[in-house]
């Protein structure tokens, strides 16, 4: 009898903000072990390890840099290495970055480490996992896009760009996986109270949402756990939209 394999879920940047609210509802909704990756705020990332397990969960902390190609595939090798009876079957590309200005005065490290944040970090993931959620026949990848990735923001060139070149990615890699079981979709949050959108002006920024307020993590994350479940199985390809009706 072909033995059962325990099944995880990765989230890139999952120590804070709307990546931690998605650990915390995979953990209630799911029955996935969590690989919850940070970059360099362990404190953070363990916090959000001990709230994933008081609502029942289990996780694991990974450490790498989605950006270092070597660094990600190294560890997540590893990872396999060392947990022959696992599989890997969610993959969320939460991790990414803000270096917000003006284009002309933006400089080459302002837009590079952004874009490789959001888009490169996407492509060292997913491509260190790909083959074995194709091997496996069965995966759901899931990108945090953004607002600014659709209709683009004013200040956020580089981060419209990146989120953009994702959502492209997403719709692709969408049509090359499905036949294997694997949906890849894209969820686009607007103005969410994060440490992200904490510099921002909240009283006049919400006069622009139809809803009249910034949204929660939560309600971001409860949208990330139903693609990742598999109530969502014929639904793949798509960006799905979480802003308060600012853009549609």
């Known amino acids: 009898m072909k033995e059962e394999k325990r099944k995880y879920a990765l989230i890139t940047g999952g120590s804070r903000g709307i990546g931690r609210a998605i650990c915390i509802q995979l953990a209630k909704d799911l029955n996935y ?35 270092d190609t070597e660094n990600v595939k190294s560890t997540l090798d590893n990872w396999h290495e060392n947990n022959k009876d696992g599989v890997i079957e969610v993959v969320v590309n939460n991790a990414g ?40 026949k069965y995966g759901r990848i899931i990108n945090m896009v953004s607002v600014s990735g659709l209709k683009g923001i004013s200040g ?14 997403t719709k692709a890699l969408a049509q090359e996986v499905a036949k294997r079981n694997v949906t890849v979709n894209a969820v686009a949050p607007g103005f ?23 949204g929660k993590a939560e309600e971001v994350a409860h949208v990330v756990s139903f693609l990742a479940s598999d109530k969502a199985s014929y639904i793949t390809g798509e960006v799905i939209n979480i802003n308060g009706g600012i853009y549609s």
């Open 97 to 136: 970055i803000t270096k917000d200005g003006l284009f002309m005065w933006m400089s080459p490290e302002d837009w590079s480490s952004v874009i490789n944040t959001s888009l490169n970090g996407f492509y060292n993931v997913t491509n260190a996992l790909i083959q074995k959620l194709l091997v496996n």
């Open 33 to 67: 072990s969590l690989l919850i990756n940070y970059r360099e705020n362990k404190e953070a990332a363990e916090e959000t390890l001990k709230m994933v397990i008081a609502e029942g969960g289990t996780g694991t902390l990974l450490q790498f840099n989605v950006t």
């Open 192 to 214: 969410i109270a994060t440490d992200m959108t904490s510099e921002l002006d909240e009283s006049e920024l919400k006069k622009m949402i139809p809803l009249n307020r910034f």
């Open 156 to 169: 956020q060139i580089n981060y419209s760009a990146a989120k953009s070149g994702v959502i492209g990615a």
